[in-house]
């Protein structure tokens, strides 16, 4: 008897331990970040998603992208006044981030609201959000307090082609969850997209 409930114990402990790894993994907080989204629970989510990190970077690489696309582009034409009209492309260019800023915030938020109404190749289109429930993580490597994760499952199609995803995530300050606060990928992303060559 004294044997059989030492295993238990045993047997216990290595389960809680366990769990408690478990419940402190980049891999959970996802799985609760998705849960939100099927839930529709915007407040949630949101805890788990740096809304206005992430969409300032991808605002910033999708501006970056489009103003090398167009710089080459006026560069490869023989019309007159290249450095003028370059120049101009390049001083509208902090408005267009703007727009692209107000755009990507919308659709983070209509994503963790769990709202099927999102941006397609060329017009709205419904993305049915139970597909969403095929993401999972599918390599995760940490180091201290951050972790990249390369989430597979993406709905098909999407506008970008995409099967994988990376995100980086840190630990939120004073808990044992994670946050997504990156995109690592966004520029490439967009430049593949868009026929640019990167350097």
């Known amino acids: ?15 809680s331990y366990r769990w408690y790894q478990h419940v402190g993994s980049p891999e959970y907080s996802l799985s609760q970040l998705g849960k939100a989204v099927r839930e529709k629970n915007y407040g949630k989510a949101s805890y788990y ?32 006044f290249t450095e003028a009209r370059i120049e101009i492309l390049h001083k509208i260019a902090p ?3 703007d727009l692209a800023l107000l755009g990507v915030q919308n659709g983070i938020r209509l ?3 769990g709202n099927a109404l999102l941006t397609g190749t060329s017009h709205l289109s419904q993305l049915d959000v139970h ?15 951050i972790a990249d994760v390369v989430i597979a499952g993406l709905p098909q199609p999407n506008p970008f082609g995409l099967t ?4 980086r995530m840190v630990r939120i300050p004073n808990t044992r969850q994670w946050r997504i606060e990156e995109v690592p990928d966004a ?9 640019v060559k990167t350097p």
């Open 164 to 167: 994988e995803l990376s995100v």
């Open 49 to 80: 998603v740096d809304e206005v990190r992430i969409a300032q970077a991808v605002s910033q690489s999708l501006t970056d992208v489009l103003l090398a696309k167009y710089t080459k582009a006026i560069q490869d034409d023989p019309l007159p």
């Open 1 to 15: 008897m004294l044997i059989i409930t030492a295993v238990l114990v045993v047997a216990g402990g290595v389960f």
């Open 187 to 195: 520029p490439a992303i967009f430049a593949r997209y868009f026929g």
């Open 111 to 113: 994503l963790l609201s």
């Open 131 to 145: 597909n969403f429930s095929q993401l999972h993580p599918v390599r995760s490597t940490v180091h201290g307090d």
């Open 95 to 97: 408005r267009f981030h």
